[in-house]
């Protein structure tokens, strides 16, 4: 146990701050690649970018989520836990992501070299993850923040001021999430560390667990954070493939204000990760905590809603001129599908708790497949194929939100 506890609160402002903070730089990184890149360019770069990120979901394994879920509990035998996640991965991504790459550029087209920094880019993202998940278990989301914020902003400094052609924007990608790693590392060992007491009975069975052990147990949240990844992306990769670069490069810019209020989401649900999990065995303390966080969003999701809808016009008009009319309707189908993404996190967090994790990971495969069947009929009928893979994404968050609370509710009363 650490000195320091999980505070929803408290937690999720930091890392949403980090978000918002983000949020700006991941504009100015957007606002430079569509000036310094032809359309169809942004496009393709885009497409590989978001390739490799789903095939680095291979590298993760899960395994974050572990630490996320029994970091505080471990105490200072979360040490040995994160050495051994550390390895395990950092194997999988020297073996992998160089097959990733020579594969992006099989199916989207584009450039090896550029190719091959973003896709070690993406991996190196994924191997801050176990820090960071061991820093917000032990109630300190205000130094993952700072990795957070660390990574893109050298990314944005680095585009903004050295980089200028696709090589060099894909190494300014790359290096910035390599930073954080030894930031998120350097910080875990020298701040939380030393200062983790030793754990109290009973312990989770995480503590005895050798390197199959761990993958076995990661294998369930392997197919959930796959799922978190792939779900934000899935209409986004069938426009690639059976649409145009260019309706990517839209799509794109619709998706940078539907993403801008989905990482607080996400910030959100691994907060709940852990306050969830420090009661999963007090059924009436989880009830509570669980309605706490309901009703919270339930009370926040039109407010975002009002928000985005003053806010976008000004900042799309501003920003990516040349899209601010082609973005108007598909923005307001991801606006509606990033009401059902928020309202749906407590249930989603109370399932990931629960004595059958693969329930949430089941939920989220379903809404992906709809998602997909959804994008495959949209995409080629309407006749704005953007619009249509947007209208896939609302139709499946909706579906993902009833199946989640209908199962979180099932979750609750299991022992009634």
Same mark, same amino acid.
């Given at each position: ?30 606002? @430079? ?10 496009? /393709? ?14 590298? *993760? ?10 970091? *505080? ?11 051994? +996640?550390?390895?395990?991965? /950092? ?32 991996? &190196? ?31 944005? +400094? ?7 052609? $696709? ?61 978190? $990844? ?14 145009? /670069? ?88 991801? &606006? ?54 947007? &209208? ?10 009833? &199946?989640?609370? @209908? ?10």
């Amino acid at each position: 146990m650490s000195d320091r506890k999980v505070v929803p609160q408290r937690d999720t402002l930091w890392l949403s701050s980090a978000d918002a903070i983000n949020l700006f730089f991941g504009i100015v990184i957007h606002v @430079i690649l569509t000036r310094r890149l032809l359309s169809d360019e942004y496009g /393709t770069f885009i497409l590989l970018l978001d390739f490799f990120h789903v095939c680095v979901i291979l590298v *993760d394994l899960g395994l974050p989520t572990l630490i996320g879920r029994d970091g *505080d509990r471990l105490g200072s035998k979360l040490d040995l836990i994160i050495n051994k +996640i550390s390895r395990i991965q /950092t194997l999988i991504m020297l073996l992998g992501c160089g097959v990733f790459a020579y594969l992006g550029v099989f199916l989207f087209g584009g450039w090896i070299g550029p190719a091959i920094f973003l896709s070690f880019g993406a991996g &190196l993202l994924v191997l801050t993850y176990a820090h960071r998940a061991a820093l917000r278990a032990c109630g300190e989301a205000r130094l993952e923040a700072i990795v957070r914020i660390s990574d893109r902003g050298i990314v944005a +400094i680095l585009m903004l001021f050295w980089s200028q052609d $696709v090589l060099q924007l894909s190494i300014a990608t790359a290096v910035g999430p390599f930073v954080a790693c030894l930031i998120a590392a350097s910080v875990y060992w020298i701040k939380i560390a030393p200062r983790l007491n030793e754990p109290i009975e009973p312990v989770p069975a995480t503590n005895n667990m050798d390197n199959w052990g761990l993958i076995r147990e990661g294998i369930p949240f392997l197919f959930a954070s796959a799922a978190l $990844v792939i779900n934000v992306r899935v209409e986004k990769l069938l426009l690639g493939l059976f649409a145009s /670069t260019n309706d990517v490069a839209t799509y794109q810019i619709a998706w940078l204000g539907f993403i801008a209020g989905y990482g607080p989401i996400l910030s959100l649900r691994a907060v709940l990760l852990s306050w969830f999990g420090e009661v999963r065995d007090d059924l009436e303390k989880l009830k509570h905590r669980y309605k706490r966080a309901f009703f919270s969003t339930i009370i926040l999701g039109p407010i975002g809603i009002g928000f985005a809808l003053l806010v976008s016009p000004f900042a799309f008009g501003y920003l990516f001129p040349d899209y601010s009319e082609l973005i108007e309707k598909p923005f307001l189908a991801l &606006l509606i599908a990033w009401l059902f993404h928020a309202i749906a996190s407590p249930c989603l967090a109370i399932i990931q708790v629960s004595e059958k994790p693969w329930n949430y990971t089941k939920i989220l495969w379903m809404g992906i497949g709809i998602s997909a069947v959804a994008s495959l009929y949209l995409i080629p009928t309407q006749e704005n194929s953007v619009f249509g893979a947007t &209208l896939a994404a609302m139709v499946a968050s909706i579906f993902v939100f009833i &199946l989640s609370f @209908i199962e979180g509710r099932k979750v609750l009363h299991s022992n009634e």
